[in-house]
């Protein structure tokens, strides 16, 4: 990779890593490429982004994006998505599924860093989607209450 390309990447890494709520640093050593795949496919379909970027070139784009510094280390993957809560979930996720070969190291939650404990605190909030839902029931509950008290009046009626 020339220069062009490193500076291209980078500029493109910044640019996503300043519109991502979070972005979760984890190590990959030891997974296969078809388990790299399945992981990124599980990412895909959350709208979460993941991929390998070298030390040098990930610190430099998450410093132009403003996010707080922290020295990368060894092997990394990062994972990041615009969802704080989706991203954090696909991270946490894949522990279970890849429990020896696959770990995260920390996060950095709206610029700031996140260590394993919070990044799984996030992973353990309900998605967008499911707070949705809840809000939905509450909301619709008083008129399915009504409903059943209306069938409950009509039966009692009919019995009579």
């Known amino acids: 990779m020339d220069r062009v390309e490193k500076a291209r990447l980078i500029d493109e890494l ?13 190590n990959y050593k030891g ?17 979460v982004k993941v991929r390998v970027i070298k030390n040098t070139l990930a610190g430099i784009a998450l410093k132009s ?3 707080e510094e922290y020295p990368l280390k060894e092997t990394n993957m990062f994972i990041w998505g615009e ?6 979930k696909v991270a946490s996720d894949y522990t279970t599924v890849m429990k020896d070969k696959y770990e995260i190291r920390f996060g950095f939650i709206e610029g700031k860093f996140a260590d394993l404990a919070t990044v799984e605190k996030y992973a ?6 499911e707070l949705i839902g809840m809000l939905l029931s509450v909301w ?4 399915r209450y ?9 039966q009692k009626l009919e019995q009579n």
Do not use: H
């Not at 969802?83 to 954090?88: A, E, K, P």
């Not at 353990?124 to 989607?129: A, H, I």
């Open 14 to 26: 910044s640019e996503e890593f300043k519109n991502a709520k979070s972005v979760v640093v984890c």
């Open 31 to 47: 997974m296969t490429v078809k388990q790299l795949e399945d992981l990124r496919n599980e990412a895909r379909k959350k709208n």
């Open 65 to 67: 994006a403003g996010i």
């Open 83 to 88: 969802d704080l809560v989706g991203t954090c």
């Open 124 to 129: 353990k909030l309900p998605s967008k989607e």
């Open 140 to 143: 619709t509950a008083p008129a």
């Open 146 to 154: 009504f409903v059943t008290g209306l069938d409950n009046l009509k």
